[in-house]
Every structure is written in structure tokens, then in C-alpha cells.
């Protein structure tokens, strides 16, 4: 079964300074990784994803994600945080075809960028 | 960027009694699903849908719970008779394949609140 797992329930970043939210990942068969995030009253908007390829990822607003097999990880990472970054985001794996093909997420991780 | 609505934004309701909750998804998608998030809690899914039948639901999407595309641009969750568990955020998410390189697009949720 797929399933991802982010460690850290809140990150607290002061503005400037380089953000990592972690992500890790097990899956049987090849990871098909993604990165959400949630505004306050807002719906999960896409950031990046992880098919195959180049491990480091880049995606929007300036976030990219490094994909590491032998730590089975998915960090998203973003070298100068801003305020603006401050939300929740969900790390997820997509399931195969076969397996229905829906995204499971992880439990969310709520970035605080204070400046 | 073409965006998946979601109606209402808040819903109460007394339990027992049946909620339909409203989304229309993006019009050339094919692929329909619907999320929910207790508060707190991790985004679960709870079915996905394609050609007018469900593809698959989780053990959450019990009896009570059905969903619909009468038109063809509206997608419907009801649920039935409603229970004080739940009381989640809902979100409905489309995509235009179900490959594994695809990206779900999410509405802005549902907040149901049963009393």
C-alpha cells in the first residue's frame, strides 16, 4: 500500500531564511509524488510533482522538492521563505492505476514564516 | 487557470438529515473525486468516479453516502442521513486523465457542520 508520512506537525521559519518541510514515502513500485498546499479558506493548489527523471523538482512560487530514493524522502524546500508562504501543505503519493489512482496524503504540515 | 467551484462554502445541518454538497468541475476533465478533512485531521479520500460509475471508495464512503453527475457539468456527494462525525471540510477535485502524472484539481471545500 502507498502511504506518506510528514514528521513535523508545524515549521517555523523567520523570513529570508531557507525552508524544508519534510516527506517520506513508501510505496510499492515507482513513487509518483506530489506537493499541495492550503491557504486559509482556500482548496489544495499544486506546487510540484515527482514522476521520474531529475531528483531535484522545481515547481511554484519559487519551491522545489528533492526526491531521494535511498531515504525514500520528498523534502519541499524553498531557499528564502516569504510571509506569504505561511500555510498548510500536504505532501502525497499517487497510487497506481490499477489501484484506483487517487492521492493520499500526508497528515499536513503547517508552515509559519514570520518576519 | 480554469478552477474546480464548490457550492455552498458552509453548510449546517441537524443530524440525521440528508445534505447534498455541489461542485462542478473543470469541463474538459474526465476524472471526478471527493476528499474530506476532519479538523486536524489529514485529507482522506473518499471515492473517485469516471464515465458516469464509481471507480473507487473507501471504507468511509459507507451506505450513507452517494454520488451523482446528473447533468453532465455538476458532481454531487449526498449524504444521506447525517451523523455528528461528519463534520469535515469537503472537497471535490477533477483531473483530466487518471494517469499517474496527472494532477488533481481541488475546489475551495465544503465546511459541513452537523449539529
Known amino acids: 500500500a502507498q502511504s506518506v508520512a510528514q514528521p513535523e506537525d508545524q515549521v517555523n521559519v523567520a523570513e529570508g531564511n531557507p525552508l524544508t518541510v519534510k516527506c517520506t514515502y513508501s510505496v510499492s513500485g515507482n513513487p509518483y509524488l506530489f506537493w499541495y498546499v492550503q491557504y486559509p479558506n482556500r482548496g489544495l493548489q499544486f506546487l510540484l510533482k515527482y514522476i521520474t527523471g531529475d531528483n531535484l523538482v522545481k515547481g511554484s512560487y519559487g519551491f522545489e522538492a528533492e526526491f531521494n530514493k535511498s531515504q525514500t524522502s520528498f523534502h519541499l524546500k524553498k531557499p528564502s521563505a516569504l510571509v506569504s508562504d505561511s500555510a498548510l501543505y500536504f505532501c502525497a503519493v499517487r497510487a497506481p492505476y490499477n489501484q484506483g489512482g487517487k492521492l493520499i496524503f500526508g497528515q499536513g504540515t503547517e508552515l509559519s514564516v514570520k518576519p | 487557470e480554469p478552477e474546480v467551484t464548490q457550492t455552498p462554502s458552509h453548510q449546517v445541518t441537524q443530524m440525521g438529515q440528508e445534505v447534498i454538497l455541489r461542485c462542478v468541475p473543470i469541463s474538459n476533465h474526465l476524472y471526478f473525486y471527493w476528499y474530506r478533512q476532519i479538523l486536524g485531521q489529514k485529507v482522506e479520500f473518499l471515492v473517485s468516479?469516471?464515465?458516469?460509475?464509481?471507480?473507487?471508495k473507501s471504507e468511509i464512503f459507507d451506505d450513507q453516502f452517494s454520488v451523482e453527475r446528473p447533468d453532465g457539468s455538476n458532481f454531487t456527494l449526498k449524504i444521506r442521513s447525517t451523523k455528528l462525525e461528519d463534520s469535515a471540510m469537503y472537497f471535490c477535485?477533477?483531473?483530466?486523465?487518471?494517469?499517474?502524472?496527472?494532477?488533481?484539481?481541488f475546489g475551495s471545500g465544503t465546511q459541513l457542520s452537523v449539529l
Open positions: 468516479f469516471y464515465n458516469n460509475e464509481i471507480s473507487e
Open positions: 477535485a477533477s483531473s483530466p486523465g487518471q494517469g499517474v502524472f496527472e494532477k488533481l484539481f
